[in-house]
């Protein structure tokens, strides 16, 4: 759902004061994560992580304010109409955007990304579809970068980023057409500065 890219984008990347107020709160960040992975009601959500319903209720109407979750459905239960939502915006930002938000902002984003896809990837460890097929992809490096090294390998991770909304749509014409059922699939990409390890002991070669 929440993406940082360091490219630039026209109006999609805008950040205006609905959506700056959306974010603005730890909990609704939270809301818009869970979202992502499906359509919830506030009921779910306060049921699901023990939060108070006045509260949830307050931020998933906030959020719906700001255009960020729409309702997609509803049900009877108990005597009321209980509403579903789900996002409806994504969440772009160019290097320079994300650095002119708030630093708490910006760590809660950063952990909710983070977070979000260590559920993902844990739910399908604990169901055995982290293994499922032989072309899965499970791997991460250490690298020893210049700033320029590290902007071309970003550059590099944001080209893939642009196109997986086309291998999307290109998948789904062919199911339209074969009746293949969806492989629902989680596309983590990460790259970031980390700390010098503590048994890097700048060794030099014999």
């Known amino acids: 759902m929440f993406s940082t890219t360091r490219q630039r984008r026209e109006s999609d990347e805008l950040i205006d004061a609905r959506f700056a107020k959306a974010i603005a709160h730890p909990l609704r960040v939270r809301i818009m994560v869970e979202l992502d992975r499906g359509p919830m009601s506030p009921a779910e959500y306060a049921a699901k992580f023990e939060e108070e319903t006045e509260n949830v209720w307050y931020h998933f109407r906030i959020l719906a304010e700001c255009d960020c979750i729409e309702v997609v459905g509803e049900r009877s239960r108990r005597g009321a109409t209980e509403h579903f939502y789900a996002n409806c915006q994504h969440a772009l930002f160019s290097e320079e955007q994300f650095s002119r938000l708030p630093a708490a902002v910006r760590g809660s984003i950063s952990a909710s990304i983070l977070s979000t896809f260590?559920?993902?990837?844990?739910?399908?460890?604990?169901?055995?579809?982290?293994?499922?097929?032989?072309?899965?992809h499970l791997t991460w490096q250490r690298l020893e970068l210049d700033e320029e090294g590290f902007a071309e390998v970003m550059g590099r991770?944001?080209?893939?980023?642009?196109?997986?909304?086309?291998?999307?749509?290109?998948?789904?014409?062919?199911?339209?057409?074969?009746?293949?059922?969806?492989?629902?699939?989680?596309?983590?990409?990460?790259?970031?500065?980390?700390?010098?390890?503590?048994?890097?002991?700048?060794?030099?070669?014999?």
């Open 118 to 136: 260590m559920d993902q990837a844990a739910e399908a460890l604990l169901t055995n579809r982290l293994d499922s097929h032989d072309s899965r």
């Open 157 to 206: 991770m944001d080209e893939l980023f642009e196109w997986l909304p086309v291998a999307q749509m290109a998948a789904h014409q062919r199911m339209k057409k074969s009746d293949e059922k969806p492989l629902i699939t989680a596309v983590g990409l990460f790259g970031f500065e980390c700390p010098k390890p503590e048994r890097d002991h700048d060794l030099t070669s014999p």
